[in-house]
Structures are given as C-alpha cells and as structure tokens.
C-alpha cells in the first residue's frame, strides 16, 4: 500500500493550488493522509480525486475543517496502527506533543505537521513521520511531501523539490 503524506498545505494563503509534483504522486496512492492546517476544504476536494483522504485540523483551521475532520486519528493497515495529530499546543516540542498524544495508545506510526520541517525518526518503537510542507518551507531550502510504503514491512521517505 502506498500512502502519500502531506501537511500544513495553508491553501490560499501560500498559494491558491497544490503543487503539480504532489498531485503526480497522489496519481498512484492507495491513501492520502493530511497532518492538518489545510486552511481551506478545496484541499480535500482537489486529493479526494485520487484516492481516499484522511486527516486531522491544525491551528489554523477554520470551523467547517473541524467539523469534519478530528484532532487526533487512528486507524490500522496493513496491521501497522497509524497515528495522526496535526502537532500543535503549548510549551515543549511539536515531537513531544505528538508523542503524548498517543502515549495512552501503542501506535507503530505518528504523522504529524505543524513545524513544517520534514522528519523521519524513531523515537523508541514508534516511527514519527512530518513531512513537511508542500507550500510553505519557511527556511529550509525545498519543499517536501512524504510517502509511506505498507506491506510486511514500513518504508518511508520524504520527498523534497523546488
């Protein structure tokens, strides 16, 4: 199963469509999770063409988002239990805050936004996946998506472009 990760898409702020790169990659997934700050529902309608979408609101969000979408998700594939938190709160890191969101729960998988800063660590037995943002990479030098390839085993990789 192929699921394509992406977060902090702030659509229209930072810009009025998805970039053409994401939308190619999203062509081929199985599954498409959105880690949140989507700013607007076009962003579901445009990923919703090519495979199921799931997700979470962010900060950002307006109510409409919230309403249909939770804060926090779980589900499993592939007998992989996946976790989504867009990241947000107060006081300590985004990766602390994501990892108490599910400290109750023992997920293999959290994908979550907020920093905007792509990353792929474990963090004990639990694989923590931000895939950054393909609108909006403040300081860093690319914009980035993720992608997460489940069947026996994970493969993840984030994939950055201009």
Known sequence: MKIVLTSDTHIPKKGRVLPGQLLKECKTADLIIHAGDWSSMNVYHTLSKFAEV????????????KEYFPEKEMFVINGFK??????????????????????????DIIVFGHSHIPLV???KKTLLINPGSPMDKRMLPYYSYGILH?????????IFFS
């Open 82 to 107: 996946i976790g989504v938190f867009h990241g947000h709160g107060e006081k300590k890191t985004t990766e602390k805050r994501v990892l108490e969101a599910f400290q109750e729960e023992s997920v």
């Open 121 to 123: 660590r474990y963090v």
């Open 54 to 65: 799931k997700g979470v609101y962010g900060n950002v969000d307006s109510e409409e988002i």
């Open 150 to 158: 489940l069947t026996d085993v994970i493969k993840s990789e984030i």
